[in-house]
């Protein structure tokens, strides 16, 4: 839902790939991302068609788990400021390999032919804004040592798809540079390398119809007998679980400072109310009520910017006790 483009990237090259692999090898060929044939006999084309299908089928795999795991940043940035982002790391990307190939023979002394093929240049780019702009919020720890985040899983699938070729450590170093490229402010790269609005207009006219999903139902059953009131409290019991992990150290300090126990229950308030059909039937008085902690306008100002409403916003921060990661995770799964 709302991520045309994504599915689009997660359909179509999968779907070729796994064709090229069981119905039309002999195709294969056109497909390699040959970088000898691309600079003796200028075979740009092969820049385009090898850099766009991956023939292995476990990069196709783990590739396509991460595009739908970075489907957030279209969903929050806009198809056409994220189509702009991949384009500019696919262009840089191409530099850069050239570019770290002829480094590497210079250095080391070996000659690179062909690299691994696939859409890996701007997959390994999109870890930069994953990085820097995606909280961190705690889910486990292991061995009481080794915290388990909701970012875990993504990192894992990007050491996979890392160690699964010889030289796909070229592709990724470049991937890592343009998105960084791309991201800085000072480069201004962004301004450049950017989809026109015409061409958005004609994409979204043509395309986006046909890879456009309707936005999920809300209210799904779990089980036979099951309300509404129930699977919606049933998945505010589980946010607030979650929640609670992430914020127990701050709790218990609250707790010391207090000396007393800690009201579980009276965490969230505003938040519940705004999801809960119930709520109003079982509200607390006003000396319940815990007072709203003073919010930040900085980090109000960078909810905005993510594309929250200022009222979400502050009621985030205020309910979370102005945590800036607790409150833009809430936001985000709701």
């Not at 875990?152 to 890592?176: C, K, M, P």
């Not at 218990?252 to 207090?258: D, V």
């Not at 938040?271 to 008085?285: E, K, T």
Request: hydrophobic share 45%; glycine share 6%; charged share 15%.
């Amino acid at each position: 839902d709302k991520a045309p483009l994504s599915k689009s990237l997660l359909l179509v090259p999968s779907a070729i790939s796994i064709l090229l692999t069981l119905l039309f090898q002999h195709y294969q060929k056109f497909f390699a991302y040959n970088l000898q044939a691309i600079k003796e006999d200028f075979q740009i084309w092969r820049l385009v068609c090898g850099r766009t299908v991956c023939l292995d089928l476990k990069d196709t795999f783990c590739s396509s788990l991460l595009i739908y795991n970075f489907r957030i940043f279209e969903r929050r940035y806009g198809s056409r400021k994220f189509s702009s982002f991949l384009l500019g790391a696919w262009m840089l990307s191409a530099l850069f390999d050239l570019l770290l190939v002829e480094l590497a023979q210079h250095i080391f002394g070996f000659t690179i032919n062909s690299l691994p093929s696939g859409f890996l240049g701007p997959v390994f780019a999109l870890f930069v804004p994953f990085y820097c702009s995606i909280p961190r919020v705690q889910v486990t720890q292991v061995l009481g040592h080794f915290s388990i985040t909701n970012k875990t899983l993504v990192y894992i699938l990007g050491l996979q798809l890392l160690t699964s070729g010889s030289y796909i450590w070229i592709l990724a170093l470049s991937g890592l540079i343009s998105g960084i490229c791309y991201n800085s402010s000072i480069l201004k790269v962004h301004q450049i390398l950017c989809v026109p609005s015409w061409v958005a207009k004609i994409f979204s006219w043509t395309l986006e119809p046909i890879f456009s999903s309707a936005e999920p139902t809300n209210e799904i059953r779990v089980g036979m007998g099951a309300t509404v009131d129930i699977q919606r409290q049933q998945r505010m019991e589980l946010l607030d679980r979650q929640i609670m992990m992430s914020q127990f150290a701050q709790m218990r300090r609250q707790r010391q400072q207090q000396g007393g126990m800690i009201n579980w229950n009276r965490l969230f308030p505003p938040l519940r109310h705004r999801h809960n059909a119930n709520y109003q039937d079982h509200r607390p008085s006003d000396q319940e009520t815990p007072p709203h902690a003073e919010v930040s306008e900085e980090q109000v100002a960078r909810l905005m910017e993510m594309g929250f409403s200022r009222g979400d916003a502050l009621e985030a921060l205020r309910a979370s006790n102005n945590d800036l990661n607790v409150a833009t995770n809430f936001l985000l799964q709701h």
